[in-house]
């Protein structure tokens, strides 16, 4: 115990000498007002004692807590059953937005035949959707950066579930408006949730690959839509649409209930590491101890923000605003051409049969330009792969537009342009969730696509006025290249801002 080359030690060994007494010892006191006085008196030996050390210290010396990044750890992991599940839910819930979203385009002859309407008079019928498809996705993405994506995943398929199933009970115009509505607010909320849960789960490696997958199910299920319809309303008549609508979505709900919490949402919200354990251990069954803890790559300066104030701030406004105005391009050429392109065919000298048939080409190529969009995504940088995409919809747009003299070039030039607006847009919200933050990213992925439906509403619009301007085919192909080129320009900006900030990530 004692430090014999201490001279303080070695003073008090000589005063034990010089007693020259073998029985008793000698310990020094020194006292503060003589500190240069040794006083030696006798004392009893005592037992050696080991040094303490406070419980805090010891515990963590005997069990230090492992600290794992849920990001690094998806990333490091094959993509397991559980998440092929997550997948398989996800795509489900787009696939039945898709259909629940077109449906009323189907529905339109049979509601102005039955109900002796003009098809002008539908119109506010056809555009209630979209009104709520924006406002849900505004509403939703804050709340479920504030209680989870589940919760308000859960929430907005049973919304738009319950009130399609109420619309086949309509009687009139103005109440399938108020529920279209009110449908339109569970498919606005329904779609950046899935998209954000997703990307949440999915390894970075392959990001954009996983969520545009996912994504194929809302042109899958549009199509799906077509189909079902040819058959059940000279069957059942239209309310049979909307029962099947209804029902689809209320039955996916009991299987959502098995729907994991975001790990990355329960990291930021503090949820209990024990619950974060159990998810990551559902990936790579025994991978995590009980005593481990978590964090995420997160950016410490936006803690405590709200989502809206995370992607208004300053890091992340301009390429915010970017997003909206690529978006906003995006849907005003979707929506102009899907609302008005068979009656431009038409007026264009060719029949009716050759309108829908040339029309239909255009969502066909949509699955194939979205995986290879996505493909591209995620072995080059996103910005450019969907940049490069916008500008040959662009191209092709304006091809269009002076190859109205043959059926066969028509028919090419749409399914070529349709293949990549398609591929552009539906790998827009992918960008956008790996772009954000967790604290923001349901909010920025939801508001990029409700500022976008906005688009699509003046787009439906400019395509009547332009016709009633008596505008045709190749006047109006040719303006719509405009857009394409405007959303590649804003995408190539937020590439060169990111870059000259130092912001650029293998996900942006």
Same mark, same amino acid.
């Given at each position: 115990?004692?430090?014999?080359?201490?001279?303080?030690?070695?003073?008090?060994a000589?005063?034990?000498l010089? +007693?020259?007494?073998?029985n008793?010892?000698?310990?020094?006191?020194s006292?503060a007002?003589?500190?240069?006085?040794?006083?030696?008196?006798?004392?009893?030996?005592?037992?050696p004692?080991?040094?303490?050390?406070?419980?805090?210290?010891?515990?963590?010396d005997?069990?230090?807590?492992?600290?794992i990044?849920?990001?690094?750890?998806?990333?490091?992991?094959?993509?397991?059953?559980?998440?092929w599940?997550?997948?398989? =839910?996800c795509?489900?819930i787009?696939?039945?937005?898709?259909?629940?979203?077109?449906?009323?385009?189907?529905?339109a002859?049979?509601?102005?035949?039955?109900?002796?309407?003009e098809?002008?008079?539908?119109?506010?019928?056809?555009?209630?959707?979209l009104?709520?498809?924006?406002?849900?996705?505004?509403?939703?993405?804050p709340?479920a950066?504030?209680?989870?994506r589940k919760?308000?995943?859960?929430a907005?398929v049973l /919304?738009?579930?319950?009130?399609?199933?109420?619309?086949a009970?309509?009687?009139?115009?103005?109440? =399938?408006?108020?529920l279209r509505?009110?449908?339109g607010l569970?498919?606005?909320a329904?779609?950046?949730?899935?998209v954000?849960?997703?990307?949440?789960?999915?390894?970075?490696?392959?990001?954009?690959?996983?969520?545009?997958?996912?994504?194929c199910?809302? +042109?899958?299920?549009?199509?799906? *839509?077509?189909?079902?319809?040819?058959?059940?309303?000279?069957?059942?008549?239209?309310?049979?649409m909307?029962?099947?609508?209804?029902?689809?979505?209320?039955?996916?709900?009991?299987?959502?209930?098995?729907?994991p919490?975001?790990?990355?949402f329960?990291?930021?919200?503090?949820?209990?590491?024990?619950?974060?354990?159990?998810?990551?251990?559902r990936?790579?069954?025994?991978?995590?101890?009980?005593?481990?803890?978590? +964090?995420?790559?997160e950016l410490?300066?936006?803690a405590g923000?709200?989502? /809206?104030?995370?992607?208004?701030?300053?890091?992340?406004r301009?390429?915010?605003?970017?997003?909206?105005?690529?978006?906003?391009?995006?849907?005003l050429?979707?929506?102009?051409?899907?609302?008005?392109?068979?009656?431009?065919?038409?007026?264009?000298g060719?029949?009716?049969?050759q309108?829908?048939?040339?029309?239909?080409?255009?969502p066909?190529? *949509?699955?194939?330009?979205?995986?290879?969009?996505?493909?591209?995504?995620?072995?080059?940088?996103?910005?450019?792969?969907?940049?490069?995409?916008?500008? =040959?919809?662009g191209i092709?747009?304006?091809?269009?537009g002076?190859g109205? *003299?043959?059926a066969?070039?028509?028919?090419?030039?749409?399914?070529?342009?349709?293949?990549?607006?398609n591929?552009?847009?539906?790998?827009?919200?992918?960008?956008?969730a790996g772009?954000?933050?967790?604290?923001?990213?349901?909010? *920025?992925?939801?508001?990029?696509?409700?500022?976008?439906?906005?688009?699509?509403?003046?787009?439906?619009?400019i395509?009547?006025?332009?016709l009633?301007?008596?505008?045709? /085919?190749?006047?109006?192909?040719? =303006?719509?290249?405009?857009p394409?080129f405007?959303?590649?320009?804003?995408?190539?900006?937020?590439?060169?801002?990111?870059?000259?900030?130092?912001?650029?990530?293998?996900?942006?």
């Amino acid at each position: 115990m004692h430090n014999t080359g201490n001279k303080q030690y070695g003073r008090a060994a000589a005063c034990a000498l010089a +007693t020259k007494d073998k029985n008793i010892k000698f310990r020094r006191q020194s006292y503060a007002h003589q500190p240069a006085a040794t006083v030696c008196r006798p004392y009893r030996p005592c037992r050696p004692q080991r040094r303490a050390f406070p419980a805090a210290h010891r515990e963590r010396d005997m069990t230090a807590r492992q600290t794992i990044d849920v990001q690094q750890f998806i990333d490091d992991k094959p993509f397991s059953l559980y998440q092929w599940l997550i997948l398989g =839910l996800c795509f489900l819930i787009i696939a039945i937005d898709g259909f629940d979203t077109a449906i009323i385009g189907f529905l339109a002859p049979a509601l102005s035949q039955e109900w002796h309407v003009e098809k002008a008079a539908l119109v506010p019928v056809l555009s209630a959707a979209l009104v709520g498809l924006a406002v849900g996705a505004l509403l939703a993405g804050p709340l479920a950066d504030r209680i989870g994506r589940k919760k308000v995943l859960l929430a907005s398929v049973l /919304l738009f579930g319950f009130w399609t199933l109420m619309s086949a009970f309509a009687g009139s115009i103005q109440i =399938l408006t108020v529920l279209r509505f009110l449908t339109g607010l569970g498919l606005g909320a329904a779609m950046p949730n899935a998209v954000t849960l997703m990307s949440e789960y999915a390894p970075q490696r392959k990001r954009s690959m996983i969520v545009n997958t996912m994504f194929c199910g809302f +042109t899958l299920g549009s199509a799906l *839509g077509g189909f079902v319809a040819a058959w059940m309303i000279p069957h059942y008549g239209w309310h049979s649409m909307f029962i099947v609508g209804g029902c689809l979505p209320l039955l996916l709900a009991v299987l959502l209930l098995q729907l994991p919490e975001s790990p990355r949402f329960m990291v930021v919200r503090r949820w209990p590491d024990k619950k974060i354990a159990d998810v990551l251990n559902r990936i790579a069954p025994g991978s995590i101890t009980s005593e481990a803890q978590f +964090t995420v790559p997160e950016l410490v300066a936006l803690a405590g923000k709200t989502a /809206l104030a995370v992607i208004f701030s300053a890091r992340y406004r301009f390429g915010t605003l970017m997003l909206w105005l690529t978006y906003f391009m995006g849907l005003l050429i979707f929506y102009l051409l899907t609302s008005w392109m068979p009656t431009l065919i038409k007026n264009a000298g060719f029949s009716i049969s050759q309108a829908s048939n040339i029309t239909a080409l255009f969502p066909l190529g *949509g699955v194939i330009g979205t995986l290879a969009v996505g493909w591209l995504m995620d072995r080059m940088s996103a910005h450019k792969a969907i940049a490069i995409t916008y500008v =040959l919809t662009g191209i092709f747009v304006y091809a269009i537009g002076h190859g109205t *003299g043959d059926a066969v070039l028509l028919g090419v030039l749409m399914f070529v342009a349709g293949l990549c607006m398609n591929g552009a847009q539906s790998s827009m919200p992918a960008l956008a969730a790996g772009f954000y933050p967790t604290q923001g990213r349901a909010t *920025g992925v939801a508001w990029m696509l409700g500022i976008g439906r906005l688009g699509g509403i003046l787009g439906a619009a400019i395509g009547g006025q332009l016709l009633q301007f008596g505008w045709g /085919l190749s006047a109006i192909f040719s =303006l719509l290249a405009l857009p394409a080129f405007v959303a590649a320009a804003a995408l190539l900006f937020k590439h060169l801002h990111l870059r000259s900030h130092g912001q650029l990530s293998m996900s942006s």
